[in-house]
């Protein structure tokens, strides 16, 4: 396993951070059931092939998933480092330590190595988190009482945010938890400012969320020969960027706990030549999904209820990306799942109001038959 030092905390951290968000499940009588003794096998496995940080949160698997870590953690604690969260619900610094002694409980730990205000925007920083004995002077007082070893934030704002956060929070906090991968690269810059500021940090989504998990030749062709699958590629990319401390993937497999600590261990730097060969071919690749649509939302409301820049976004992974099983298997979950309450393209009766808002001028109609005919099973 490879190591890094984790921004100014002095600490050294594992390049792959597990995250414990999708431990594994099965179906018993119609509810979903997570296979505790499988999980705590895969952290197990996971310490073995070097993996010393873990994260969690209190909503993560149905809200047994700091149960279970508490459960797998237990007589190896002071081997690892241990991440999780505080739902940022109120601005109440009574609330903030409620939480956080429920979470202790869960862990079944005396501390919190990296404790998170979780998925905080500047807004909800302003509104929420620093206020008045509020949340944040809250986390210094548990923080000087050895309950929290590190203060710090998980982020899903604008960039220049996430920046302004860090300035707000100087001195405060020791690391910052956001999105970066090969499909989704916003975050750069404010990623380069808060390892300069001397933050440790930590990618959530380095495989786009199973996206870049799915089998995709244009995504392995980024290096052709060289990588054995679309997760290898995301994983090498995102450790690959010097500002990065940790790439914190959901495993819920001991396959892939077996593949992703391959990967950690044995990864070698890309050259120049390869990094430009990747970051030129996914601006191409962009650049082509562009041209069926770039997302702008002005063909929205659809009378019918399409929701078409998400149903175009399914038809870029397959057409552009390659990731064909994965647009596929989106594609079936519209309209049964709770973040998918919409229709499918089939519902289009080509009325062309789309097509009159269409700033690129598509050929919204045409495309979403040719969506419904690539991507329904």
């Keep these: 396993m490879q190591y890094t030092e984790f ?5 050294k951290v594992s390049r792959l951070g597990f995250g414990c968000m999708r431990f594994p499940s099965r179906e018993v009588d119609g509810k ?3 296979d505790e003794e499988e999980s ?7 310490m073995e092939l070097g993996v010393n940080y873990f994260d969690t949160a209190p909503g993560y698997c149905d809200t047994i998933s700091e149960i279970i870590v508490g459960k797998g953690l237990k007589g190896r604690r002071d081997k690892v480092y241990l991440s999780t969260k505080y739902p940022t619900d109120a601005a109440s610094g009574d609330d903030f330590e409620r939480k956080l002694n429920t979470s202790l409980k869960k862990l079944d730990t005396d501390y919190i190595d990296f404790y998170h205000f979780w998925g905080i925007s500047l807004e909800k920083f302003e509104q929420r988190v620093d206020t008045p004995d509020g949340p944040l002077s809250r986390a210094l007082k548990m923080r000087d009482q050895g309950l929290i070893r590190h203060i710090s934030f998980s982020f899903h704002d604008a960039p220049e945010n996430m920046i302004e956060i860090i300035r707000r929070g100087q001195g405060i906090f020791s690391s910052v ?12 810059e404010a990623i380069a400012f808060a390892h300069e500021q001397g933050l440790g940090v930590t990618i959530m989504g380095p495989v786009g969320g199973g996206r870049l998990g799915a089998p ?5 062709d980024l290096l ?14 995102v450790m690959n960027n010097k500002n990065v401390n940790i790439a914190l993937s959901g495993m819920s497999s001991m396959e ?19 990094e430009t060969r990747i970051l030129t071919m996914m601006e191409e690749n962009r650049r082509l999904a562009e041209l069926y649509c770039t997302g702008c939302n002005y063909c929205m409301p659809c009378p019918k209820g399409i929701n078409i820049p998400e149903i175009f976004k399914m038809m870029n992974y397959h057409k552009v990306y390659g990731l064909t099983q994965f647009a596929k298997d989106n594609y079936a979950r519209i309209g049964k799942d709770g ?21 690129q001028h598509l050929l919204i109609r045409e495309q979403l038959k040719a969506t419904h005919a690539a991507l329904s099973l």
């Excluded at 921004?7 to 600490?11: D, M, N």
């Excluded at 938890?177 to 750069?188: F, I, K, S, V």
């Excluded at 995709?216 to 392995?220: F, M, N, P, W, Y």
């Excluded at 892939?256 to 390869?274: G, H, I, K, R, T």
């Design 224 to 237: 052709p020969g060289k990588v054995q699958s679309s997760a290898e590629m995301a994983l090498r990319f």
């Design 32 to 34: 979903k059931v997570f």
């Design 177 to 188: 938890l956001c999105q970066y991968n090969l499909l989704d690269r916003a975050n750069e």
């Design 216 to 220: 995709s030749k244009v995504i392995q």
């Design 7 to 11: 921004g100014k905390t002095g600490i």
């Design 339 to 359: 973040g998918m309450k919409f229709e499918n393209a089939a519902a289009c009766v080509s009325c062309g109001a789309c097509e009159k808002k269409c700033p």
């Design 256 to 274: 892939m706990v077996e593949e992703n600590a391959a990967v950690a261990s044995n990864m070698q730097p890309l050259s120049q030549e390869e």
């Design 40 to 46: 705590i096998r895969m952290m197990h496995r996971a």
